[in-house]
């Protein structure tokens, strides 16, 4: 069952008028269970520069039945039926017409119409012929046509009983089919528009559309006798070589093609079946199936594993913030700067929550104690006893226990919004940085060494963009790179993936026991930063990818900083109480 598709039953009901009043006609198509209907609901061409589709489904008794096996004889109950279109609803968005074949006894009618009312049904299609009917299109079926008083009397019930005034009641008139003839049936149209009937079948078994025709125009004098024109509506299962177009201009209103979706897959599961069997195997066979990934698609199969994907990482997914380095510039950890009221850490976790995400790790080194005095709830903290010594690398390996399910990395001195960190995880990369490129626009205003990026195509200055966020593939990182040469900033915030991580740890250790002298910017493997190692990854040929990003985030560096992050949290507070 797919979820993509929501409306109410009230919106429903009334949506096949109002298609009926805009578009003048409507194109309805039979549907028999919940994978017929998506397949309608999404089918569409282009034809001659415009779009067309289904406008409605075509809940048939004939393929309902013989989807379950049984003949076209009223014998599948109104139960079984209900079945059927609460299926067929669930998986939808578009109106439905239900093939009501008599409607039973006038109380069983009546019940019908309420229970269809609730589904969110937007018309009910009875035939004035006696219970139990038999199929129209059966040449040898005798077809005995109910009194039209009788009839007329089972419309009028339904109505009174209908509390939807857009739910619709349509008369089907088989005078053409028994022989009863032209004149019979206008004289029956005339009784069923006088009892209410909110429109008009006329059905004929003809191979062409003459009778459905004449009856047409006779049917628009009726009406202008009468002074109403209920919907006229026709199914050109046998007069299949006249199209849609002509039937609307004819002044057919609904036009419903009964039955072709179950007889289409009725002759491709007989040819399957006997291709298998005649070739002893089922290769040949597969030029008559649909591949089984577009069956996943339609069902939502595919919206399940990502949505499964989501949650598991959601739910396995740490984020670790190394936190254990002195600025002198504060005289406490920068996780603890306070911005109007509250730690960068808190705002972090705030937002890290609003992402889904509730696994937290804290590596912790200048004055740790610190932290202590806060309540930061469900956050595990690991300590870097040589934070002096061993920088931003170090600390963040001092967690690598909480690395093995992946990570996101996030720097301790930035605050941002949980729209960076939704997007991140969208990301498919094993190694994937968040970079911005606004600093391009300003950097003769920066007053410290950024993490700058060079990406492997270089940026394209354009402002916005209607994609929201789009990766490149990063082949330099470092403070020292000329701002002339980087296209972006690295912002202190990244995923690794399972793989990424163990990426991360290999090389990492390798580099630990090997390296000896200056590494990269570092003057020492000890003391090397975090960008220090992504290159490292980068040079011995893994692909680290970048994710754009130009707002949504800020750095606090300088008291100023503070200042300006205040200023904006007033602002953005404000706003979100309307003033």
């Not at 179950?262 to 040819?271: E, P, T, V």
């Not at 705002?347 to 912790?364: M, P, S």
């Not at 970079?435 to 391009?440: G, K």
Request: neutral net charge; proline residues 3%.
């Amino acid at each position: 069952m797919t979820l993509k598709y929501t409306i109410s039953p009230d919106k429903r009901i009334r949506l096949l008028k109002q298609l009926i009043e805009k578009k003048g006609f409507v194109r309805v198509i039979e549907v028999h269970n919940g994978l017929s209907a998506i397949i309608a609901q999404e089918m569409q061409i282009t034809k001659n520069g415009d779009i067309v589709e289904f406008d409605a489904f075509w809940e048939s008794s004939l393929t309902d039945s013989a989807s379950k096996g049984m003949p076209d004889a009223e014998i599948v109950g109104h139960d079984s039926r209900l079945l059927t279109i609460n299926e067929i609803l669930n998986v939808t968005s578009k109106p439905m017409i239900v093939d009501g074949d008599t409607g039973g006894s006038p109380a069983q009618f009546e019940y019908f119409v309420r229970r269809l009312e609730r589904l969110g049904v937007s018309a009910i299609v009875i035939e004035d012929k006696v219970f139990p009917k038999r199929n129209s299109l059966d040449a040898t079926a005798k077809q005995t046509m109910e009194d039209p008083s009788i009839f007329a009397q089972k419309i009028e019930r339904g109505n009174e009983v209908k509390t939807n005034k857009d739910f619709m009641i349509i008369a089907r008139i088989e005078s053409l089919i028994s022989g009863t003839g032209l004149e019979d049936a206008i004289r029956r149209a005339e009784m069923y528009i006088e009892a209410g009937a909110d429109g008009i079948l006329i059905h004929s078994k003809k191979d062409n559309p003459k009778d459905v025709l004449t009856f047409a125009k006779e049917y628009e004098k009726l009406c202008d006798k009468l002074g109403k024109r209920p919907y006229l509506v026709c199914i050109p299962t046998t007069y299949n070589l006249i199209t849609d177009e002509e039937l609307a201009k004819n002044g057919f209103n609904i036009i419903i093609h009964a039955n072709h979706l179950l007889r289409a897959a009725h002759k491709a599961m007989k040819k399957t079946i006997e291709t298998i069997l005649l070739y002893d195997r089922n290769f040949e066979a597969e030029a008559y199936c649909s591949p089984i990934t577009e069956i996943f698609e339609d069902v939502g199969f595919i919206r399940i594993k990502e949505q499964d994907r989501k949650y598991m990482k959601e739910q396995r997914l740490w984020v670790i913030i190394p936190a254990a380095g002195e600025d002198v510039s504060f005289k406490c950890p920068k996780s603890l700067i306070k911005i109007h009221g509250k730690t960068i850490l808190e705002y972090q976790l705030e937002t890290i929550r609003k992402a889904g995400l509730n696994n937290v790790a804290v590596v912790r080194g200048y004055k740790k104690e610190m932290f202590n005095e806060y309540a930061f709830d469900g956050v595990k903290f690991y300590d870097n006893e040589n934070y002096k010594e061993k920088h931003s690398l170090y600390s963040l390996l001092k967690a690598k226990d909480s690395m093995n399910n992946g990570f996101i990395l996030i720097f301790s001195d930035i605050i941002f919004n949980e729209s960076i960190i939704k997007s991140l995880m969208e990301c498919r990369g094993d190694i994937v940085l968040v970079v911005d490129n606004s600093y391009q626009y300003h950097k003769h205003e920066i007053d410290k060494k950024l993490d700058l990026v060079v990406s492997k195509t270089k940026h394209k200055p354009y402002h916005r963009s209607l994609i929201p966020t789009s990766t490149v593939e990063i082949v330099k990182i470092g403070k020292n790179i000329n701002k002339d040469e980087a296209d972006y900033e690295f912002i202190g915030i990244a995923y690794f993936s399972p793989k990424g991580a163990e990426i991360l740890k290999k090389v990492y250790e390798d580099c630990k026991k090997n390296h000896k002298g200056k590494f990269h910017e570092a003057e020492s493997f000890e003391k090397a930063a975090i960008t220090d190692i992504i290159q490292e990854i980068i040079d011995r040929g893994f692909t680290v990818n970048g994710m754009e990003v130009y707002k949504g985030w800020m750095e606090i560096h300088s008291l100023k900083d503070i200042q300006i992050a205040e200023k904006e949290i007033r602002y953005i507070r404000r706003i979100k109480r309307g003033g």
